[in-house]
T-cell receptor, first 116, second 113 residues
Framework: ETGVTQSPTHLIKTRGQQVTLRCSSQSGHNTVSWYQQALGQGPQFIFQYYREEENGRGNFPPRFSGLQFPNYSSELNVNALELDDSALYLC???????????????FGSGTRLTVV | AQTVTQSQPEMSVQEAETVTLSCTYDTSESDYYLFWYKQPPSRQMILVIRQEAYKQQNATENRFSVNFQKAAKSFSLKISDSQLGDAAMYFCAYRSKNNDMRFGAGTRLTVKP
């Protein structure tokens, strides 16, 4: 059983650029959630994908968007990067059955994004 | 909206001793899940323990146990026989029926040898 893998592990971008982060879900999981974790803070929910559709969204602007693919992997895209977007981006996968996930999420090790 | 509060930014414990990390949450829902996650310097969030709100019995996983007080909306984590490897950031998390998980700000636990 493979865990959640994220790529890249580190990334440096310039303000105004666009970035794509990738996540492969754990084998057997069908749902992916994305979180932003600023330094010294708890993770903040960005959005969740289930059946290739957005299935919930936190308080993030539309320039944060995502995709889920038929193999349940996912991408997080951020346009027009701002300095405050610098953070650790965590991906978590889970198994949804009948509209509910009855277990905790499995997290990846994250992508550290630095915007300069 | 649900909120999760961890009032202890930092805690320390002597090796082999017991420590309790506090967490409170705010919700109007009756059916939900609560979690404690550990985040070591490797950054990966590791599930420590989970509690279903409909279960009155407190969850236990080896040296880790919780004190779940639903009416008080309190969910504390007790670590017994603390080990050096327990040192990490600990996050309390709430998950609603729509699977949206909310985290507290975290408690940094230091274990002294």
């Amino acid at each position: 059983e493979t865990g959640v893998t994220q790529s890249p592990t580190h990334l440096i971008k310039t303000r105004g650029q666009q970035v794509t982060l990738r996540c492969s879900s754990q084998s057997g999981h069908n749902t992916v959630s994305w979180y932003q974790q600023a330094l010294g803070q708890g993770p903040q929910f960005i959005f969740q994908y289930y059946r290739e559709e957005e299935n919930g969204r936190g308080n993030f602007p539309p320039r944060f968007s995502g995709l889920q693919f038929p193999n349940y992997s996912s991408e997080l895209n951020v346009n027009a990067l701002e300095l405050d977007d610098s953070a650790l981006y965590l991906c978590a996968s889970s198994l949804t059955i009948g509209g509910r996930s009855n277990y905790g999420y499995t997290f990846g090790s994250g992508t550290r994004l630095t915007v300069v | 909206a649900q909120t999760v509060t961890q009032s202890q930014p930092e805690m320390s414990v002597q090796e082999a001793e017991t420590v309790t990390l506090s967490c409170t949450y705010d919700t109007s829902e009756s059916d939900y899940y609560l979690f404690w996650y550990k985040q070591p310097p490797s950054r990966q969030m590791i599930l420590v323990i989970r509690q279903e709100a409909y279960k009155q019995q407190n969850a236990t996983e080896n040296r880790f146990s919780v004190n779940f007080q639903k009416a008080a909306k309190s969910f504390s984590l007790k670590i017994s026989d603390s080990q050096l490897g327990d040192a990490a950031m600990y996050f309390c998390a709430y998950r609603s029926k729509n699977n949206d998980m909310r985290f507290g700000a975290g408690t940094r636990l230091t274990v002294k040898p």
